[in-house]
């Protein structure tokens, strides 16, 4: 593909966006994928994709998210065919968080997009159904169960 | 228990890494865009990809590579339309199971190229239309059912690419054996990538 013309225009749109976004969106992806390396990947590929588009993309923000929630779904699919994650210990720097990763990890990988987008997003279901690539009433089930089972696994870990 | 939000909201400590020279150096570098299919697991090396490119090319799993240097370079992604063609997500809703028995009971069949997609207007309006996707094929063989160069059928499937904003969607250029009834497209294995081997199936089902 041709790269399109970066003019310092479009540097400072994509830098805006990134400084304004670009956090929410790796956090985002860290709660879906557990994975520190997978939201990086993830969050810098999305970004320079859409550099590289430059003005062929209307909406630069919700191509970003839905392309790095692809990025990631298919990197996280690919370390599933050789790793278990389930057992695996949960980064040390993830602290604040480790009881969440650990029970998010019962869930589907849908489940756990749709429930981070929506609690820690703040995504309406049918933005998140776009992200996805899904449908709002679908979006709707994987949060309904996504919610039950995080509770579940919540208390049982809370004792 | 705290409550779930609050569980959520907790990874606001976490510090997310700085990622801005990282992104720009991707953005700088002339890599082939072509691999950015995003329904498969994008690898971290070109070697790799290079590999994953050729495998699914041998595979037969999309189209063939004059299609694909003839597509929009936007697209060639790859005519992926496996949100048109994968049954398993919608097996619930399958009104029958895919059989050359049943798919001769089609009202119409062709072979065709994706050309266009319009994702549905809006998934919660009461107006049922608003609520299709609207798939146009360059038709390349009518089996049944119908004539002319192109035509446009709806389905109730959702595009899954990446681009739903008004850019070409990612299975634009995807070559499909379709059939349907009425304007709409059937799933659940009455649609699927086009192959010589199925292709040969649905001209014995419908003699063309």
Redo the contacts between chains.
């Keep these: 593909m041709q790269t399109a013309a970066v003019t310092p225009e479009v540097r400072d749109a994509f830098d805006r966006l990134y400084r304004e976004h670009g956090d929410r969106l790796w956090r985002s992806l860290l709660l879906s994928t557990g994975r520190p390396e997978i939201a990086s990947d993830a969050t810098a590929e999305a970004f320079a994709q859409a550099i590289r588009r430059g003005d062929q993309i209307r909406d630069p923000l919700a191509w970003i998210w839905r392309a790095a929630f692809k990025i990631a779904a298919g990197e996280l699919a690919a370390e599933r065919r050789t790793v278990e994650l389930v057992d695996e210990p949960i980064d040390p720097t993830l602290e604040p968080v480790a009881d969440l990763l650990a029970a998010l990890r019962r869930l589907t990988p849908h489940q756990r997009a749709s429930i981070t987008l929506h609690h820690y997003a703040g995504y309406p279901y049918r933005e998140i159904a776009r992200i996805l690539g899904s449908s709002t009433s679908a979006v709707g089930v994987h949060i309904h169960r996504a919610k039950t089972l995080l509770r579940a696994a919540l208390e049982d870990r809370d004792g | 228990?705290?409550d779930?939000?609050e569980?959520?909201?907790?990874?606001?400590?976490?510090p997310?890494?700085d990622?801005?020279e990282?992104?720009?150096a991707?953005?700088?570098?002339?890599e082939?865009?072509?691999v950015?299919?995003?329904?498969?697991?994008?690898?971290?090396g070109r070697a790799l990809v290079a590999v994953a490119a050729a495998f699914t090319l041998l595979a037969g799993l999309v189209v063939g590579a004059t299609l694909l240097r003839d597509a929009d370079?936007?697209v060639?992604a790859t005519g992926d339309a496996s949100?048109l063609t994968d049954g398993s997500s919608s097996t619930l809703s399958c009104v029958e199971e895919y059989t050359p028995e049943n798919l001769a009971r089609r009202s119409w069949a062709f072979d065709g190229t994706i050309v266009e997609v319009v994702p549905p207007v809006d998934?919660?309006s009461p107006n049922p239309d608003d609520q299709v996707t609207s798939v146009t094929f360059r038709v390349n063989n009518w089996y049944a059912g119908g004539s002319g160069e192109s035509v446009t059928v709806k389905t109730s499937n959702?595009?899954?690419?990446?681009?739903?904003?008004?850019?070409a969607d990612p299975s634009i250029g995807a070559r499909l054996l379709a059939s349907g009834e009425d304007e709409y497209l059937w799933g659940c294995g009455f649609t699927m990538p086009y192959t010589e081997q199925d292709a040969a199936v649905f001209a014995a089902v419908f003699g063309g």
Excluded at chain 2, 26 to 30: D, G, K, Q, V
Excluded at chain 2, 36 to 44: G, I, P, Q, Y
């Design positions: 228990m705290a779930l939000h569980r959520f909201r907790r990874t606001d400590r976490i997310a890494p990622l801005s990282e992104l720009w991707r953005a700088s570098r002339r082939d865009d072509t950015v299919v995003l329904d498969h697991a994008r690898s971290r370079e936007t060639v949100w998934l919660e959702v595009p899954g690419g990446v681009t739903m904003n008004g850019d």
